[in-house]
């Protein structure tokens, strides 16, 4: 079922929280007392979605856990600019093994903690998109296959960016990255289905699977969240802009994120059982130009002269996931039935209809 | 209470009293029956632990680190293309210092793949952090397993037993299985040095810079020189549990007086010293040396053993190609400081060749007149390996040299050397 | 030390038959090392396995080259070139058949072993009547009882009961029973006359 | 370094250790939080804070409620009269309105003002007696308003009208269907029981002599320290039309103020109303009111140049009023007009066509402007005049020190909230000019423009409100045009305000911070730790309301 969205005129349905939601209707990281999974001093660049990311994903995990979890993270960016040796910037019990066999740690933990008959405590695999669809993918979908009771969480900033930018299997069409095609006819990755690890992971029919992205600070919440309701394998997929890798401005973090969904290009949508059961409609839908111009890996496309071709496969793209998994953009009174009570839940006036 | 067993059998009986809590394991020739029966024991209700079909020995290996640092004894086995298809996660789990037991059942590497015994697996791993015993019999391949839970423990250092496959795997044999409530006497509960709890967060897994990795490497080898005490130490304990040897740093075998000392390990001491024996009644000073601790290598021990021989065979159940034997340049640095007798390198048995006594009895005479080469292969068809290498001299695309030497041998690569 | 060689063919219990051989000398307290020969063979392909009995330990991991006894699970392998290689002179042999050594072609070859040393035993039909399946592994090993008296049919039977259970063992133990007067009475001929 | 004995060395890692690493030291720029002025606060005529009245009463409990409407109070005493008769500029000058429709700022504030009424919440005066008396001359909305400030200012004050009830042009002006007359009571009421003195049918004939010397005064009759004058404009203006002796003709001034008589003016069943203002929409509207059939607007120039603001225009249109653009009226019969047909010259001004027709209209309403009574600063020295108003400093002070003047009678635009204002400013400078000190005006803030707003945050109007909200705007009553909100949706109307400029608390930086460098203070501000704040300018972006701004690091 798509999530209860806080119906709020001022603060918005988006925002973080605000002082007139009772407090259950907050989210995690709007609390004083959110747990800071991921604790400042690390060193990630100016603007990193991926810390952002970690700490929304963590922080609700450890809320639904009442703080009994165990994280298990592959190599890449956050493991480096979150342990370097004397300091690490985890607050919770945290394991790094290697690059490619995260979920198999996970596996291991979550194994040893049945065989100790604490299976109170929950077990979160964590990497980025190089540890998790391309050198981990062996182990991830083992995971996946057999079973285990793991949340695995993909941070997708959609390149090796810890390595300098290389292209991974979740680069986009035409990003250019190092290891893509700098200049000529057609610069940048190639087109094609790339690997779409959230239907591979649904190929599994493993109980539960989403997307979100950094931008929807609620639906990454709510999905967080509700992920910990199931037992089982489950995997959570978040798209993390990366300011360095994609040449975007640290503070257009989250707003690249968010045109990345409000042009079609993230489908944000999550899967029980290998069904897709809910998709988030796109609020106010945007060219893909809008999304593609704010990042130097696209500047290609725009000059020295835009390359209207190329533009309009990726427009195609975003075209075809938008009829693919409903996210025809929609006024979101119509999927808000519950306006009134949660206005009502939220300011202690009386329901809206009675009147 | 003993028992007429096959060794993977056996083996899985010690591994099961060990009271494993996590043993994870993808299927490899000739480990299975070491898995198989572990499996049927957890799935009968004999044994509680978790078991896991994982899709791969790196996921073997992978899912042991994750139940170790978990606070779960963690066991899992492989052979030859899987311990080095784990290899990345074998280092991992020393660097971690995660107090894994791992089985090997020794068998040689591809290309040209062969399914048969040599110690080619498990000595590429020799640098991996992991102390690695070798069991000369089953009956010591099982007691190892039981003691190699107590050291790995002890020093949070993973531990590999090293056995033969098939000429010990597969064997069956008599053998004295201990009782559950020895073990349990000897093997306390596993109490991590360092475990994962929420109720007391850590870190683990690092990213160690320049400022304090070579301190790391200094510590893990200061922890591999504990080792060589605390194993001479629990072969002590387990003798008086268990009332026989069984494991330590080295065996030596009629040595006293020997002129001539065979150095080797694993299973292919007994048929030595069957031929030792013999060559003893004929008149030969004649001792064996078994090494059963290669990682970390008893330099002390063996100085000791050898310390009156004049005349040493090394016999390498591996070769480091354009090097030559393996043990032979251990043995040799251990006995650096003392007189160097000389050393005598015999690769023998490789890719499941048979190594018999009549074989060996040859080669020792060889060695006792002074006849034997300084490095040989024994059992080498000599007139094959000229015949490719003149071909090899002739054109330089002579196709692959396995091909090449099977069809002169016009047969397949199955039965008996 | 008693060294036996087995031949026969993948799926017809040679591993088992040696294996239960050496549990029958371990039951009679003795040392005993039983081994398949180490390969990737397949259903139908054929196989050897070991069986080493001593009174001392076995240190020896060897393959068997020189046994002091054969056992012929299947005699359509008799022609292959070093099947009988080995054999020790006053050597053992007990072949798997219905006919004799003549009509086997093998009279040239068993000429030179102790005539009462060297028995065929029709072990499959023994199965077949006492087991209802072709496995002539238990009535070998009866047969090789009564052959060799390395082990007592005793022992035997002891072994088949600890592997085997229910009819199986039953059929099994009857079989061997069988083939152990069936091969003594072949002795007993041959040894008279 | 830390040397971890228990643990394996360098391996492990005792948690939250990297507090250690202040990345401030990265930062090139800082976030730091700033108040910017709403564009309606901005706006209104009367100085109001309405983003903050908003922030209150979007809390939903009469509590709030009560706040929201003294922070109203504190710059207009009239918040039921505004929700009313105001001609929302705020919302015109609203940033919501460019996102959907404007925030309905007016409704909310009547529901403030009328809910105040049915609580009967009272002022009190903080401030301690000051011991100066002030007389203001007027007790219409600039002068009550002025009084209203003054008195919390500590000031005694006494009110001064020749008319019969106090509310000038808001009661003899304001048609009741447009404001109610109990709720204009209720409004002056509340002034004048703060202690203000009320003495109507009272001319001033001699202002000086009822100042002290100090302020000018000659004879010292009441000792007033000072004087605000604000007796507004409602003088009709009359023009020279031909006309019949039995033609009927009015002016509107005298139609409006007749209505609160006992007899309401006759004028007939079809009537002519000449001119384009706001008093001639009321003139109309007030005619058809009275019965008339016909109620016919007559203006020289087009709609777009009208003087009366749109909406009046609209609910005149609604309510039956016609209109005749680009017409004069060349003379006037017994039950009939003759107009001639004007066009716009290239400069934009009427010129006379020679196109005549009849107009049927039993009278005419002269609705073409109103001039002030400046009789009573006629012959105080150094007070001056140009256009029939008089003139003012910035200070609202006449050239005569200590007399003061405002509303209608000063040039400025003729509505009551900006009377209103020009009560609140004067009484702030007549207050300073007492004491003696400069007036403190506090300093404006930058206006907030909507491109420095994230409205993606602000979720639309759900459609299951708007109909209600549509319904409670619309004209519903002969008594009252415009009918109020309900609480909900006077809330739902608050919580559209989108705190232009100013925080609301959203939480949004605080969560948005990859550095965790955003803390939370237990009022439910925040402030920036500038220890780990690397400087990457998320908290800017994505403040909803742009309440932050990025500011390069200090040399």
């Not at chain 1, 890449?76 to 040796?85: A, D, I, M, Q, R």
């Not at chain 2, 003993?2 to 009293?17: D, T």
């Not at chain 2, 000389?342 to 499941?352: D, Q, R």
């Not at chain 3, 090993?141 to 088949?160: C, K, N, P, R």
Request: hydrophobic share 40%; proline share 5%.
């Amino acid at each position: 079922m798509p999530q209860e969205r806080i119906k709020f005129y001022q603060i918005g349905s988006f925002a973080a929280g605000n002082r007139l939601l009772p407090a259950d209707l907050r989210s995690v990281q709007s609390l004083p007392e959110r747990s800071n999974a991921l604790t400042c001093g690390h060193r990630a660049c100016q603007g990193c979605g991926e810390a952002l990311g970690a700490r929304y994903a963590l922080d609700t995990v450890m809320r639904a856990t009442k703080g009994k979890m165990i994280a298990v993270n592959a190599t890449g960016c956050l493991e480096v600019f979150s342990t370097p040796f004397p300091e690490t910037s985890w607050q919770i019990a945290w394991l790094h093994s290697l690059f490619g066999n995260a979920p198999a740690v996970a596996t291991g933990v979550a194994a040893a903690l049945r065989a100790k008959g604490r299976t109170d405590i929950r077990v979160v695999g964590q990497g980025g998109d190089g540890g998790t669809v391309d050198i981990g993918m062996g182990c991830l979908s083992g995971m996946f296959e057999r079973n285990d009771d793991v949340l695995y969480v993909c941070y997708d900033n959609q390149a090796y960016m810890n390595t300098g930018v290389q292209r991974s299997g979740a680069t986009p069409p035409t990003a250019r990255t190092a290891t893509t095609q700098a200049v000529g006819d057609q610069p940048g990755n190639t087109f094609g289905q790339g690997k779409n690890v959230p239907l591979i992971a649904m190929a599994h029919q493993i109980p539960y699977v989403a997307t979100a992205t950094v931008a929807d600070l609620r639906d990454l919440e709510y999905k967080a969240a509700r992920a910990m309701d199931f037992h089982g394998a489950r995997y959570l997929h978040v798209l993390v802009p990366c300011p360095l890798g994609w040449g975007s401005s640290p503070a257009d973090t989250i707003r690249v994120a968010r045109l990345a969904t409000e042009s079609g290009l993230f489908p944000v949508f999550e899967a029980e059982d290998g069904e897709v059961v809910g998709a988030s409609p796109i609020r106010r839908q945007v060219p893909v130009t809008e999304y593609l111009r704010l990042q130097a890996r696209y500047a290609h496309l725009f000059r020295p002269v835009e390359r209207t071709e190329t533009i309009a496969r990726i427009q195609a793209i975003a075209d075809r996931n938008i009829s693919r998994f409903g996210l025809r953009a929609e006024s979101q009174n119509q999927q808000n039935p519950d306006f009134e009570r949660t206005l009502a839940s939220a300011s202690g006036v009386r329901d809206l209809t009675e009147g | 209470m003993l028992r007429q067993l096959e060794g993977s059998r056996a083996v899985a009986e010690a591994v099961a009293m060990s009271r494993p809590e996590v043993i994870c394991a993808y299927p490899i020739t000739p480990q299975t029956h070491i898995v198989e029966a572990l499996s049927a024991k957890v799935k009968a209700g004999e044994l509680n632990a978790e078991f896991l079909n994982v899709e791969s020995e790196f996921a073997a290996m992978s899912v042991a680190i994750g139940a170790s640092a978990a606070g779960a004894r963690a066991y899992t086995a492989t052979a030859s293309q899987g311990l080095l298809f784990m290899c990345e996660a074998v280092y991992n789990a020393s660097g971690l210092g995660l107090p894994i037991v791992m089985t090997v059942a020794n068998r040689a590497i591809g290309a040209p793949i062969n399914i048969w015994n040599d110690h080619s697996d498990s000595m590429s791993q020799r640098d991996s952090g992991w102390i690695q015993l070798f069991a000369e019999t089953n009956q010591e391949a099982l007691d190892l397993h039981i003691q190699a839970f107590k050291i790995a423990e002890e020093l949070s250092t993973p531990v590999m037993v090293c056995m033969d496959g098939f000429l010990l795997t597969h064997a069956s044999e008599r053998m004295d299985i201990p009782e559950q409530r020895q073990v349990d006497a000897f093997l306390p509960p596993y109490a991590p040095r360092q475990v994962l709890d929420p109720a007391d967060p850590i870190s683990i897994g690092a990213m160690v810079g320049p400022e304090a990795f070579t301190e790391v490497r200094y510590l893990s080898q200061a922890r591999m020189l504990q080792a060589l005490d605390l194993i001479a130490a629990v072969m002590a304990g387990f003798r008086s549990w268990f009332g026989r040897d069984s494991g330590g740093l080295v065996r030596p075998y009629r040595t006293e007086d020997a002129d001539l000392i065979v150095v080797g390990l694993g299973s292919v001491l007994g048929t030595v010293k069957d031929a030792v024996d013999e060559l003893r009644d004929e008149g030969l000073r004649i001792g064996v040396l078994g090494i059963s601790t290669f990682r970390p290598f008893p330099a002390h021990a063996v100085r000791e053993a050898l310390a009156g021989a004049r005349r040493l065979v090394v016999i390498e159940r591996a070769i480091s190609p354009g090097s030559g034997g393996i043990v032979t340049g251990d043995v040799r640095t251990a006995l650096a400081a003392a007189h160097v007798p000389e050393i005598s390198t015999v690769v023998a048995g490789l890719g499941g060749r048979a190594v018999t006594k009549k074989s060996l009895r040859r080669m020792l005479r060889g060695a006792a007149d002074g006849a034997l080469e300084p490095m040989s292969f024994l059992h080498l068809d000599t007139g094959l390996v000229e015949h490719e290498l003149a071909r090899m001299r002739a054109t330089r695309r002579s196709g692959p040299v396995a091909e090449n030497l099977l069809r002169d041998l016009g047969v397949t690569a199955s039965g008996i050397g | 030390m008693l060294s036996v060689r087995f031949h026969g063919r993948g799926g017809q219990g040679v591993v088992t038959a040696a294996e239960l051989l050496a549990a029958a000398a371990f039951s009679e307290g003795r040392h005993a090392q039983a081994f398949p020969s180490f390969g990737s063979e397949r259903m139908g392909a054929p196989v050897m396995s070991f069986c080493r009995i001593d009174d001392r330990p076995i240190r020896t991991h060897e393959p068997v080259t020189e046994p002091d006894a054969l056992i012929v699970q299947d005699p359509t392998l008799l022609h292959q070139a070093d099947l009988l290689a080995g054999l020790t002179s006053g050597g053992y042999m007990l072949v798997n058949s219905t006919h004799g050594f003549g009509e086997l072609g093998l009279t040239e070859f068993v000429s030179e072993f102790r005539p009462e040393r060297l028995l065929v035993v029709p072990a499959s039909s023994l199965a077949m009547t006492h087991l209802g399946r072709p496995l002539p592994g238990a009535a070998m090993l009866g047969g090789f009882a009564a052959l060799t008296g390395a082990v007592g049919l005793d022992s035997v039977l002891t072994a088949l009961t600890e592997r085997f259970s229910g009819r199986v063992a039953d059929g099994n133990a009857a079989a061997a029973r069988a083939a152990f007067a069936y091969v003594l009475d072949e002795r007993k001929a041959l040894t008279d006359a | 370094m830390t040397i971890m004995q228990s643990k394996p060395f360098a391996i492990t890692l005792d948690v939250g250790t990297s507090q250690a690493n202040k990345t401030g030291a990265w930062r090139t720029e800082r976030p730091v939080y700033q108040d910017l002025m709403p564009p309606c606060n901005h706006a209104c005529p009367a100085g109001e804070n309405i983003q903050q009245w908003l922030y209150h009463a979007e809390e939903g409990d009469p509590a709030s409620y009560e706040a929201a409407w003294r922070q109203i109070m504190a710059d207009n005493p009239f918040p039921a009269i505004m929700g009313r008769v105001c001609y929302r500029p705020c919302e015109t000058a609203c940033n919501r309105a460019q996102l959907d429709s404007a925030v309905g700022i007016n409704s909310v504030e009547r529901f403030l003002g009328d809910e105040a009424i049915r609580q009967g919440w009272q002022m009190s005066v903080a401030a301690a007696p000051t011991g100066k008396r002030v007389l203001v001359v007027g007790a219409g909305p600039s002068g009550l308003s002025a009084a209203y400030h003054l008195t919390r200012l500590g000031h005694s004050v006494t009110i001064r009208d020749a008319g019969a009830e106090p509310g000038g042009m808001m009661r003899y002006g304001i048609p009741k269907y447009r404001l109610p007359r109990d709720i204009l009571d209720a409004e002056i009421t509340r002034i004048v029981e703060m202690g203000v003195t009320l003495e109507l049918g009272t001319a001033v004939t001699d202002l000086l002599g009822s100042l002290k010397p100090s302020a000018g005064g000659t004879a010292d009759a009441d000792g007033f320290d000072a004087a605000f004058v604000a007796v507004g404009a409602h003088i009709g203006k009359r023009v020279y039309i031909p006309a019949g002796d039995s033609a009927r003709i009015l002016d509107a001034v005298s139609v409006l103020r007749g209505m609160e008589d006992a007899s309401p003016p006759m004028l007939g069943r079809r009537v002519a109303v000449y001119g384009g203002g706001n008093t001639a929409m009321d003139a109309a509207r007030t005619a058809r009111r009275l019965g008339a059939s016909e109620a016919v607007v007559v203006y020289r120039r087009t709609r777009e140049r009208m003087p009366a603001h749109d909406i009046e225009v609209t609910e005149a249109l609604d309510e039956g009023v016609t209109m005749r653009w680009l017409s004069t009226i060349a003379r006037v019969d017994e039950g009939e007009l003759l107009i001639e047909k004007m066009r716009l010259d290239d400069s934009g001004f009427p010129q006379p066509t020679g196109e005549f027709e009849t107009l049927e209209a039993d009278s005419l309403v002269l609705a073409l402007g109103q001039d002030a009574d400046l009789t009573v600063l006629a012959d105080v020295p150094g007070v001056t005049f140009a256009d029939h108003v008089v003139q003012v400093g910035p200070d609202l002070m006449t050239g005569h020190p200590g007399v003061f003047a405002g509303g209608d009678m000063v040039p400025a635009e003729r509505t009551v909230t900006v009377a209103i204002g020009h009560g609140k400013k004067a009484a702030r400078n007549i207050d300073a000019w007492i004491r003696g000190n400069a007036s403190t005006a506090p300093p404006r803030h930058q206006v907030a423009e909507y491109s420095s707003l994230n409205t993606w945050y602000y979720s639309d109007a759900p459609a299951t409100v708007r109909p209600e909200l549509e319904a409670a705007r619309r004209v519903t009553t002969f008594d009252e045009v415009v009918g109020s909100l309900s609480e909900s949706t006077a809330l739902f109307e608050a919580r559209r305000c989108m705190s232009c400029g100013n925080c609301f608390g959203c939480d949004n930086c605080y969560s948005a911070c990859p550095d965790n460098a955003v803390v939370k203070l237990a009022d439910g501000k925040y402030e920036i730790d500038l220890d780990y704040c690397k400087g990457c300018g998320i908290c800017a972006a994505e403040c909803p309301c742009g309440a932050i701004d990025m500011q390069p690091e200090p040399e």
